[in-house]
Nanobody
């Protein structure tokens, strides 16, 4: 069993930046995929970014080059650098991991973009 704990959310002004971090309680070296999803009330959870074991990345269409995902296997960490944030990016952001044969989710961290 692996626990994922997000941090780094908060309130930011439009065009600002945030860096989300996800700490895994176990090794992510063999994780086929790690990533970030986001959700707003009443809507489905959307994929923000995924990074595979070999470093390939995939982003949601709404990212438009503004976000960057990375992973540090030695530290069991996954990061999401978010730039040029807009009010529509306001959501709860969840860390995700496909580790061994199981899917894991963090508890989420709130990101609010507002002036």
């Amino acid at each position: 069993q692996v626990q994922l704990v997000e941090s780094g959310g908060g309130l930011v002004q439009p065009e600002g930046s945030l860096r989300l971090s996800c700490a895994a309680s176990g090794s992510i070296v063999n994780a086929a995929a790690m990533g970030w999803f986001r959700q707003t009330p009443g809507k489905q959870r959307d994929m923000v970014a995924i990074i595979t074991r070999d470093g390939r990345t995939t982003y949601g269409v709404f990212v438009k080059g503004r976000f960057s995902i990375s992973r540090d296997n030695a530290k069991n960490m996954v990061y999401l650098q978010m730039n040029s944030l807009q009010p529509e990016d306001t959501a709860v952001y969840y860390c995700y991991g496909h580790i061994e044969t199981s899917d894991y989710w963090g508890q989420g961290t709130q990101v609010t973009v507002s002036s």
